[in-house]
């Protein structure tokens, strides 16, 4: 892959590019702001930028909004956004709007295979979605009846589905196997009223479209 | 024919300025002079006549007590109208004095005159008998009083309306002078020698005299009629003017009342009346010449007003002790000490409240302004003692009570060089802007200032009484605006006390995210990728990396979460996002209804502590089983309603946390209120007005 960096802090900067570098990705670019990037993404068009939330002059949510920019200017670049805490909103827009964009804390840097795996998924047109946000949406409240009515074990499942990963990563991470994934899935997606569609992407859309619809 | 002569000169006199030419303009100065030393000159005579004719022992000559009165009549207004027509040529006061005192100079002077010519010396002087003729026309005495209340003091009648009456006037005396010249028989003390003047009033006409001196003496009361219309309609300075010729011209009344009450005590007052009646002659001709050339020079309003209460007080008081005596000494017995000692005290039990009730009515009498604005602020006073008026109304009342519209009292602050209007508007120094500032103390301490219209220092008593009187009420309202003042700086600190609290804890939570948090994730990367690099045989290091790492993740998680609580982040997504993060987190089940609606940051964050302290507190100390939260926006207010099911029995004060909760709310404007009967659950209610 093709990746552009931007971050502000020098050190992490380089430790993400040692990272994706380390795994046999290419580095074309390294820049501390939004306005940079923009700049650099439409000079190289790469496969896929990685993006810091807070970033110069204001520290606001720059890199958010430089991440909507490049989703509408190159579709053709995937985007996968770090932040330093959660927030949700403006994450979950992007992730529902379409494919090719993930939401990760900085820490989930860490975990080295996951995030190689979520930076993948996401340049494949696919979705990341951090497990914490995922949390933040599926929690029952009055609103969000149906979300009662799924068993733990459904929960579990819609979780890690909504983090945007396949039925095969599902199995993997839950010690199931992809079978009775499939039927979970099955019967969540009947339980909410969503359309069964064996399309993995499309799935996470819908039911991420849902909690955002219903809640939060 | 003195008034005539009056009129006609001021005529005259009125031409000569027109003229340009420098030598007509000294002319009328250099006459009035004349005329007035040519009237001195002539008492000064006439005075010198007395003495010869009492060195023969003439009867009526040499009263010497008298002299001084009779040259102050004369020179007065001789020297006074001499300096008024020379200031004004064109006004006819001046002259109207001038002319006036030489008249009267000459009548007087005919007198001693005559004494000498026909008794003391016989034929040593020619004309005696014209000069007795001339001593008989002393009724040009009133001429010019008369003629001055007609037409002070601008020169001209009140008003056309009252030319018939100055016509009226001036035809009497004219008629009364036509008869004395052409009567029978001249007045006292000449009655035995024959009238020279070859012409006698017709025998039919005879009848005359009687009314014509009443019409004389009716058109002294015209008149006084006349300068009263004038001083009811006058303002500022005309009506200071109108003052000081009322205060001389009242003396006169006061002072025949007093010769009644000395005829009635001690006797007939014999030459004293003429005496006196000299003294007001020269006491008005003063008073026209304050009136017209320094009517400043004192307060007069003060002057006639004390003048009039005391002479009343005395009057009363004298009245009250002779009764008093009369009926003491029926009862008691005549010459006993007791009565003194009892009309003593019973007069002096009587001076206080006898002279409030005077003063009122002199005030209510002579100068209702002053008695109604006066009677306005004594109501307003005791309308702030009753609590049915606010004190700050003071600067209104006193604008009333003054009737100056434009008035405007501003409270000096204490401790500071500052002044407030009363609404809480603080003034440096008062902008110049054509009104006049007046300082209002109290115990010699500043303690306002008035900004009036300058026509009010025409009434200097009127304004001293009436901020007099309100100075208390002024006191208390300023200390009451100080106290305000305060309250809303303190009310203003506290809430950039808080809100700088919540700008610290969003700097302090950007530091653990933006810099601690950061440098802990470089870190954590750096010992992945050396983990990931190392080589076959190294492996053995693998696991205490994955150990490094995973604490390096839960510093991170612990980083966050410290982070969370100094500020949430999610309070930038508004405060239903942050809120439903913080209940997620509690150990009790939360119902949460929170506006999606959002508002201005300071109030976000007011309301999220706000809720993460009740809730924070009813988890510690209430043991519930269930907390509903409840965050609603109306009528441009954020009301929060924070409840548990609990064991209740929360106070404000017993160190819950609760206390730092009013004063967020109350930084905000808020209210705050708790209800938590023991054993029945606790609920909080806030509101905080957003204004949205």
Same mark, same amino acid.
């Given at each position: 892959m093709r990746i552009v960096i931007a971050e502000d802090t020098v050190l992490l900067r380089e430790g993400l590019a040692g990272l994706l570098e380390d795994a046999g990705h290419e580095v074309v670019a390294r820049v501390g702001d939004a306005e940079a990037l923009l700049a650099v993404v439409a000079e190289h068009e790469p496969d896929l930028a990685v993006v810091d939330v807070r970033m110069p002059p204001d520290y606001q949510d720059e890199g958010m909004r430089a991440a909507a920019e490049i989703r509408r200017a190159h579709p053709a670049t995937a985007v996968l956004v770090l932040s330093q805490h959660i927030e949700t909103r403006h994450a979950l827009e992007l992730v529902a709007t379409g494919g090719g964009f993930g939401y990760l804390l900085k820490q989930r840097v860490l975990d080295v295979d996951d995030f190689l795996d979520a930076a993948r998924r996401v340049c494949d047109g696919g979705s990341a979605l951090?497990?914490?946000?995922?949390?933040? +949406?599926?929690?029952?409240?009055?609103?969000?009846?149906? +979300?009662?009515? +799924?068993?733990?074990?459904?929960?579990?499942? +819609?979780?890690?589905?909504?983090?945007?990963?396949?039925?095969?990563?599902?199995?993997?991470r839950l010690w199931l196997t992809e079978r009775t994934v499939e039927a979970h899935v099955r019967s969540i997606l009947g339980k909410l009223g969503l359309p069964i569609s064996g399309d993995d992407h499309r799935r996470v859309l819908a039911v991420l479209t849902y909690l955002r619809a219903s809640g939060a | 024919m003195a008034l005539h002569a009056d009129f006609g000169a001021s005529t005259v006199a009125e031409r000569a300025p027109l003229n340009e030419n420098g030598s007509v303009r000294i002319a009328p100065r250099l006459v009035a002079w004349c005329l007035a030393l040519a009237a001195v000159a002539l008492i000064t005579g006439g005075l010198l006549l007395d003495r010869i004719a009492a060195a023969e022992h003439v009867s009526g000559s040499g009263v010497v007590w008298l002299y001084p009165f009779l040259l102050a009549a004369v020179s007065a207004p001789a020297l006074v109208g001499a300096v008024i027509a020379a200031q004004r040529p064109g006004g006819p006061i001046g002259w109207i004095l001038v002319l006036g005192s030489l008249s009267l100079a000459a009548v007087l002077a005919a007198t001693p005159y005559a004494w000498v010519a026909l008794d003391a010396h016989p034929g040593a002087l020619p004309g005696g008998s014209w000069a007795a003729l001339v001593s008989s026309l002393w009724p040009t005495f009133f001429a010019w009083p008369v003629a001055v209340a007609f037409v002070f003091p601008d020169g001209r009648l009140p008003s056309r309306r009252w030319r018939p009456y100055a016509i009226f006037a001036a035809g009497a005396f004219a008629v009364l002078l036509v008869v004395l010249v052409m009567a029978d028989q001249l007045e006292k003390p000449f009655s035995d020698v024959t009238n020279p003047f070859p012409l006698r009033v017709p025998d039919g006409l005879g009848f005359v005299r009687l009314p014509a001196w009443l019409s004389v003496f009716a058109s002294l009361f015209?008149?006084?009629?006349?300068?009263?219309?004038?001083?009811?309609?006058?303002?500022?300075?005309?009506?200071?003017?109108?003052?000081?010729?009322?205060?001389?011209?009242?003396?006169?009344?006061?002072?025949?009342?007093?010769?009644?009450?000395?005829?009635?005590?001690?006797?007939?007052?014999?030459?004293?009346?003429?005496?006196?009646?000299?003294?007001?002659?020269?006491?008005?001709?003063?008073?026209?010449?304050?009136?017209?050339?320094?009517?400043?020079?004192?307060?007069?309003?003060?002057?006639?007003?004390?003048?009039?209460?005391?002479?009343?007080?005395?009057?009363?008081?004298?009245?009250?002790?002779?009764?008093?005596?009369?009926?003491?000494?029926?009862?008691?017995?005549q010459g006993s000490t007791w009565v003194t000692a009892v009309a003593v005290l019973v007069v002096a039990?009587?001076?206080?409240?006898?002279?409030?009730?005077?003063?009122?009515?002199?005030?209510?009498?002579?100068?209702?302004?002053?008695?109604?604005?006066?009677?306005?602020?004594?109501?307003?006073?005791?309308?702030?003692?009753?609590?049915?008026?606010?004190?700050?109304? /003071?600067?209104?009342?006193?604008?009333?009570?003054?009737?100056?519209?434009?008035?405007?009292?501003?409270?000096?602050?204490?401790?500071?060089?500052?002044?407030?209007?009363?609404?809480?508007?603080?003034?440096?120094?008062?902008?110049?802007?054509?009104?006049?500032?007046?300082?209002?103390?109290?115990?010699?301490?500043?303690?306002?200032?008035?900004?009036?219209?300058?026509?009010?220092?025409?009434?200097?008593?009127?304004?001293?009484?009436?901020?007099?009187?309100?100075?208390?009420?002024?006191?208390?309202?300023?200390?009451?605006?100080?106290?305000?003042?305060?309250?809303?700086?303190?009310?203003a600190s506290r809430a950039r006390v808080v809100q700088a609290g919540y700008e610290e804890r969003r700097r302090l939570e950007r530091d653990l995210h933006d810099g601690a948090q950061q440098r802990l994730v470089s870190l954590g990367i750096v010992l992945r990728r050396l983990q990931r690099s190392?080589?076959?045989?190294?492996?053995?290091?693998?696991?205490?990396?994955?150990?490094?790492?995973d604490e390096v993740g839960r510093a991170i998680d612990d980083l966050r979460r410290i982070a969370a609580g100094v500020r949430p982040p999610r309070l930038d997504e508004g405060l239903a996002a942050a809120l439903a993060d913080l209940v997620r987190?509690?150990? /009790?089940?939360?119902?949460?209804?929170?506006?999606?609606?959002?508002?201005?940051?300071?109030?976000?964050?007011?309301?999220?502590?706000?809720?993460?302290?009740?809730?924070?507190?009813?988890?510690?100390?209430?043991?519930?089983?269930?907390?509903?939260?409840?965050?609603?926006?109306?009528?441009?207010?954020?009301?929060?309603?924070?409840?548990?099911?609990g064991i209740g029995g929360a106070t404000v004060s017993a160190g819950t946390g609760l206390i730092g909760l009013t004063d967020r709310v109350e930084a905000q404007g808020g209210t705050f209120s708790l209800t938590s009967p023991a054993g029945g659950g606790t609920t909080i209610k806030v509101e905080i007005p957003c204004g949205s």
């Open positions: 951090d497990p914490e946000v995922v949390a933040t +949406l599926i929690s029952p409240t009055p609103k969000r009846d149906a +979300l009662g009515e +799924l068993t733990p074990r459904e929960r579990e499942v +819609l979780t890690v589905m909504a983090e945007g990963r396949t039925n095969a990563a599902i199995a993997k | 015209v008149g006084a009629g006349a300068a009263r219309v004038r001083y009811k309609r006058s303002a500022g300075i005309e009506r200071l003017q109108m003052l000081w010729l009322a205060y001389a011209a009242l003396l006169i009344p006061l002072g025949i009342a007093g010769f009644l009450l000395w005829g009635l005590v001690v006797g007939e007052p014999g030459g004293a009346v003429l005496g006196f009646l000299l003294a007001m002659e020269s006491a008005v001709a003063l008073a026209v010449g304050i009136a017209v050339t320094r009517y400043r020079l004192y307060e007069i309003d003060r002057l006639l007003n004390r003048t009039l209460v005391y002479a009343a007080v005395t009057a009363s008081l004298g009245l009250l002790y002779a009764i008093v005596s009369l009926l003491a000494g029926v009862a008691a017995g039990a009587a001076f206080a409240p006898l002279r409030l009730r005077v003063q009122a009515a002199v005030d209510w009498r002579f100068d209702r302004q002053r008695y109604d604005g006066l009677r306005r602020v004594s109501a307003f006073v005791d309308d702030v003692r009753e609590g049915r008026r606010e004190p700050e109304e /003071v600067g209104d009342v006193i604008a009333a009570a003054l009737r100056d519209p434009s008035a405007e009292l501003l409270f000096r602050l204490p401790e500071s060089e500052l002044y407030s209007d009363g609404l809480a508007g603080i003034v440096v120094e008062p902008p110049a802007d054509g009104r006049t500032v007046t300082r209002v103390e109290h115990r010699g301490r500043e303690i306002a200032l008035l900004r009036h219209d300058p026509a009010l220092l025409d009434r200097p008593d009127l304004l001293r009484s009436v901020l007099a009187a309100a100075s208390l009420a002024i006191e208390i309202a300023r200390l009451r605006v100080e106290v305000r003042l305060q309250l809303a700086e303190v009310e190392l080589p076959r045989e190294a492996q053995i290091l693998g696991p205490p990396l994955d150990a490094a790492v987190a509690l150990p /009790v089940p939360v119902e949460l209804e929170a506006t999606a609606e959002r508002l201005p940051p300071q109030i976000e964050a007011a309301a999220y502590f706000v809720v993460c302290e009740a809730v924070t507190n009813a988890v510690k100390h209430a043991s519930p089983s269930q907390i509903t939260v409840d965050a609603a926006v109306a009528n441009g207010a954020l009301t929060l309603e924070i409840a548990d099911d």
